[in-house]
């Protein structure tokens, strides 16, 4: 009653706000006390210390709902029962341990909503999720959870850069705690107490709220050597911060930090009273008084007294400093901090992280592994699917049947810490990181095998598809044999047959250049004859043919006047006449009339026709007739003609000579006629002379022809037979080599059929090897098959396909690196051999727990080319030697971790900084540039140590401690040395040989592969690579006779052994 009345004045004031929701106040009150008992009465402080309820719950939630009614003006019932239900959640279920509680919370709600105010949209004002914020809107109003999903990713690759790398999955939870923490940090004296495993985000999610919110982070550096008055110091500097300079600071907290129990009374004030009574004094006291001061003036404030400046700084402090004290769930330190700080529970809002639901794993899973090809169109998931993410879709696709098994697996790893307590056997807090770093395993290792396998399907792929070319290539070669052959008959028939023709054609144009000879001969006494007989006729004719040209020459200086004048005559003189006729009849004109002489003398071209009268023109009939009429006559002459007429003194003299020329002419005619016959007998000759020439000619170039082309034709039938050699010599070689590489061929060929079955393995294979590496290593051998088993069962319950025959040890490492570490001083087993896996493929750094030391010799021997340095927690160089390996990358080894310093927490988070191109992680107050090759081992001799949760989230457990398997088979082996030197000597050199002989096999083949792979073209075009293929197979062919020579031996050594096995059980049991 009295809680209703102190409440209902406090809402009914509240609602004025308001004023449409005043007559609700009432109802109000109601369902807050209502819910309140319920609440108190059902959970106690016998249940969990931190239930503890106190009317500060209701004080809080009145305050919650009047800052979100604050800057409204209106808003329906269904908006304030929602606000109502809201902040109820906040105060009663965010601190509840159990599911089950939550669950009573969430119906507990519902039920009480509805009495109250019976006729509200319940849909409106109570469909989960229920979320506030101010992030999307000024206000404080409900969000969408996608919306926000939005605007939270958006921010942390801002986050990501500026502050803190470390990925984050934005499962709902998560937005339901920075939603939760938000709260809180606007809140006046808003501090937060987080429990929850290591690696649940406590810290990371406090620090990207702040981060939105503009606030700064202050955590503590804490070491081994980490006093009380350092913390002092740290709490001073925060508290100046935070009330004289008016910074809005969140101090993180982890219990871990707590190395005295002074830090929590300290932090216990702190919360109680925002001061620390006693922390500044004397003159820290006096420079906080002056630094005040300075800090309240900045405000305006005007204040004197030290009392009101102290009050002034503690108020300052209440406004701007938000503790956040994380915790990891133990009932027994819950327990033990209620009692020692109840300020922690009273004055700190509690959150309670617990661990990731499998909802939440489910989806980091889901989305951690988003970018791997993990579909499968071919899986048909059975009709009982063992289902461990209750919302798992029905029917699961192959990727979400993997990631629910991702979930199984980390859920069978608490069930084991539970048989291992039943049997007071000691476990290893498992946590989120352990999921974290199993899903990095996983992707890592998919991509690794998967690359593996389709470069090894590639190789094999090309060598056999080279192997099929050669195949075909050899027949190509076989038949291209018979093609040459023919082709080198027809050549040499080709060749033959030019031979025959050259040969004809040379005894043709030798018979013809003696005919040529005989014709030259012959034309040659022709010639002289001719010349002889043309002498003959031009001395005759020389002698009147001057006569005749000197008769021409007169009748061109005949005058026209002189011509003119003899034409006027009407009855010329006889010699006149005469003379006129005998020219008119020896030129060929019929008449002798005067009258037409008269007509023929004045014709223009009458001298021209005589001084160009060709002799031979002359006519036997008119040669007689000018002897006998008018040569006869006495009075014929020149001199008497001339003197008559001075015009036909010359015609008669050129009438004389010419007549004298005919008579010469004649006479000479036989001569002439002979000389004719001669010549053309001559020029017969001279053409038939001609013309063998030309044959022979010809026949000479047909001959060079025939030369070249037999030139030819024997060259392209040597080729052809140099071709035929190297071909036969080829198919020999090629036949011999495809013989020997059908071996290989088989083998690939049963390889490259095992890839389908490989690939379509590869998802469950991957799950089991990868959740091996980052769980298995704590336990023992048994307790690791024990683990493997009921993975693999569940994968073959959910129809995810995994080899049967999955070698843990084969499939996570090659023979060269397993002969590595035996050379290195590793046992020879199986439990070691996993060890060394995981020490090579960690990502979270190793810790080793090694009672025997064999780890240690092994790590310093396996890491001695880098430069291992071997330290201890114990050691006063510790830090010296860590920041040395931090710098300069060398690997650092550091035993006694039952010692730890927690000043290696950064290093094992992987805390770093990148700024301006470096890398930088803070170790306790100094930055130091972290060298990408750094590496750091953890070691203790201890088996027994329990290790805090907070620890084994950052490491890699890897456990050293013998078991009677690999006991007995070390004690064998130091049995044999003490009784049977020889014989263990002779083991030891055989096991080493029949490892390198295997690895020499293993890179021959490699090798066989990487030059098939190599070659460019046809393998048969070059020379070099047959040649290293046909080494590399003798080579291979040796080193297998050795491994049979070895395995024979060491049979015989192994029965040796075993006469000694009973003696080295017996030892492996005492």
């Known amino acids: 009653a009295s809680l209703s009345q102190i409440y209902g004045t406090f809402n009914r004031a509240m609602l004025r706000l308001v004023p449409n929701l005043r007559a609700y106040a009432d109802p109000l009150t109601n369902a807050m006390v209502d819910f309140y008992t319920m609440s108190q009465a059902r959970f106690t402080v016998d249940m969990q210390p931190h239930y503890i309820y106190s009317p500060r719950e209701m004080t809080r939630w009145v305050r919650g709902i009047y800052e979100a009614l604050k800057p409204l003006e209106t808003l329906p019932v269904e908006g304030l029962v929602r606000v109502w239900a809201h902040e109820a959640l906040r105060l009663f279920q965010d601190r509840l341990v159990l599911d089950e509680e939550r669950i009573w919370t969430e119906e507990n709600i519902d039920s009480v909503a509805l009495k109250h105010f019976p006729n509200i949209d319940r849909q409106e004002s109570l469909k989960r999720p229920i979320l506030y914020s101010n992030w999307l809107t000024k206000e404080y109003l409900p969000v969408d959870q996608e919306e926000l999903r939005d605007y939270v990713q958006a921010r942390l690759k801002v986050f990501y850069e500026e502050e803190l790398d470390v990925p984050l999955v934005l499962f709902n939870e998560v937005l339901d705690h920075v939603l939760r923490i938000d709260r809180i940090f606007k809140q006046q004296q808003g501090h937060l107490l987080l429990i929850g495993v290591s690696g649940a985000g406590k810290t990371t999610l406090s620090r990207f709220v702040a981060w939105i919110n503009g606030l700064s982070v202050f ?28 910074e809005k600071i969140v101090f993180i907290m982890d219990e871990s930090n707590v190395l005295d129990s002074s830090f929590l009374e300290r932090m216990n ?33 005007m204040l004197d007294s030290t009392e009101e400046l102290y009050k002034w700084f503690t108020l300052q402090i209440m406004r701007n400093l938000h503790v956040v004290f994380t915790m990891n769930p133990s009932s027994e330190g819950l327990k033990d901090r209620a009692a020692t700080s109840p300020a922690l529970f009273n004055r700190c809002v509690l959150n309670w992280f617990g661990d990731w639901s499998n909802g939440a794993l489910y989806q980091v899973g889901y989305e951690f592994t988003n970018k791997v090809d993990l579909d499968r169109s071919d899986y048909v998931p059975p009709d009982d699917v063992p289902v461990v993410y209750p919302e798992l879709p029905m029917p699961p696709t192959h990727r979400q049947a993997l990631v629910n098994g991702f979930v199984y697996v980390h859920q069978t790893l608490h069930e084991a810490n539970i048989r291992l307590l039943k049997r007071g056997g000691h476990t290893m807090a498992i946590t989120p990181r352990h999921y974290l770093d ?17 470069e090894q399907q590639l190789h094999l792929n090309v060598g056999l598809q080279k192997i099929r070319e050669t195949v075909e290539q050899v027949e190509e ?29 040379q005894q043709e144009a030798e018979k013809r250049k003696i005919t040529s000879q005989e014709i030259q001969e012959e034309l040659i006494i022709k010639t002289g004859e001719i010349s002889t007989k043309r002498e003959v006729v031009l001395n005759d004719l020389s002698k009147v043919e001057p006569a005749v040209k000197d008769a021409q020459q007169a009748v061109k200086s005949i005058k026209r006047a002189h011509l003119v004048e003899v034409r006027s005559l009407g009855n010329p003189p006889k010699t006149v006449k005469m003379a006129l006729e005998s020219i008119c009849i020896l030129i060929g004109e019929p008449s002798t009339d005067w009258r037409n002489i008269r007509q023929i003398l004045m014709r223009e071209n009458f001298i021209p026709t005589i001084v160009n009268f060709s002799t031979e023109d002359i006519t036997d009939e008119a040669r007689a007739k000018l002897n006998k009429d008018y040569l006869s006559d006495p009075s014929y002459n ?35 006629k002979e000389l004719k016959d001669l010549e053309k007998q001559a020029e017969t000759t001279r053409l038939k002379g001609e013309e063998i020439n030309k044959i022979i000619k010809e026949l000479e170039t047909s001959i060079a022809r025939y030369k070249e082309e037999y030139a030819v034709l024997i060259s392209e039938a040597n080729a052809i037979k140099t071709d035929l050699e190297t071909v036969e010599t080829k198919v ?76 843990r040890v084969e499939y996570l490492s090659n023979a060269d690196e397993r002969l590595r570490w035996t050379a290195n001083a590793l046992p020879a087993d199986d439990l070691c051999s996993e060890n060394a896996i995981m020490i090579q493929r960690f990502n979270r750094y190793p810790l080793i727990i090694d009672p025997s030391g064999q780890a240690t010799e092994f790590i310093m021997n396996e890491y001695k080319d880098r430069k291992i340095t071997k330290t201890s927690f114990l050691d006063d160089a510790f830090r010296k030697n860590l920041e040395s390996a931090l710098r300069f990358g060398n690997p650092l080894l550091v035993q006694d971790v039952e010692s730890y310093d927690p000043i290696l927490n950064p290093v094992l988070n992987r805390e770093v900084r990148k700024t301006g191109g470096r890398v930088l992680i803070t170790l306790g107050d100094q930055d130091i540039d972290l060298s990408p090759s750094f590496t750091i081992f953890l070691s203790t001799r201890d088996p027994s140590v329990e290790f805090p949760p907070d620890l084994c989230s950052r490491v890699t457990f890897v456990n050293f401690t013998v078991t009677r398997s690999s006991l007995q088979s070390q004690c064998l082996n130091r049995v044999l040395k003490a009784e049977r030197p020889d014989v263990d000597k002779k083991r030891s050199d055989l096991l080493k040989l029949q490892g390198e002989f295997l690895l020499r096999l293993r890179h021959l083949e490699k090798s066989l592969l990487q030059a098939l792979n190599e070659v460019k073209g046809r393998i048969l075009d070059d020379d070099r690579i047959i040649s290293q293929l046909e080494n590399l197979k003798k080579e291979a062919a040796e080193v297998q006779k050795k491994v049979e020579e070895t395995d024979t031996v060491m049979a015989e050594v192994e029965m040796v052994s075993q006469q000694y096995l009973p003696l080295s059980t017996s030892c492996s049991s005492m």
Request: glycine residues 4%; aromatic residues 10%; charged residues 25%.
């Open 269 to 301: 004030t702190l919360l109680a009273n925002g001061e620390v009574p006693g922390l500044f004094e004397g003159d820290e006291f006096t420079t906080l008084m002056t630094q005040c001061k300075e800090g309240s003036q900045r405000e305006g404030l």
């Open 638 to 672: 020149f001199e008497s003609v001339n003197h008559a007429s001075k015009a036909c003194g010359p015609l008669v003299k050129w009438a004389i000579a010419q007549l004298s020329y005919a008579d010469m002419l004649k006479r000479v005619d036989p001569l002439r």
């Open 219 to 246: 955590q503590i550096k804490v070491h081994n050597k980490y006093t009380a008055a350092e913390f002092d110091d740290d709490l001073r500097t925060v508290l100046r911060r935070a009330g004289c300079r008016d």
């Open 732 to 807: 020999e070689r090629s036949k011999a080599l495809l013989s020997s590489l059908s071996a290989e061929k088989e083998r690939w060929e049963s390889g490259s059929e095992t890839f389908k079955s490989q690939m379509s393995t590869i998802s469950g294979d991957v799950l089991l090897t990868s959740a091996f590496m980052a769980y298995a290593g704590y336990f023992d051998q048994q307790f690791r098959q024990s683990l493997f088993t009921s993975w693999a069962a569940h994968l073959q319950k959910a129809n995810v396909l995994f080899r049967q025959d999955l070698a």
């Open 477 to 505: 070669l076989q038949a291209s044999l018979s093609i040459k052959k023919n082709d080198l008959e027809q050549k040499n028939s080709l060749a033959n047959q030019k031979l025959k023709e050259m040969v004809q054609d």
């Open 438 to 454: 199993f899903i990095c395993h996983y992707v890592k290792l998919y991509n690794e095998k998967r690359q593996d396998l389709e």
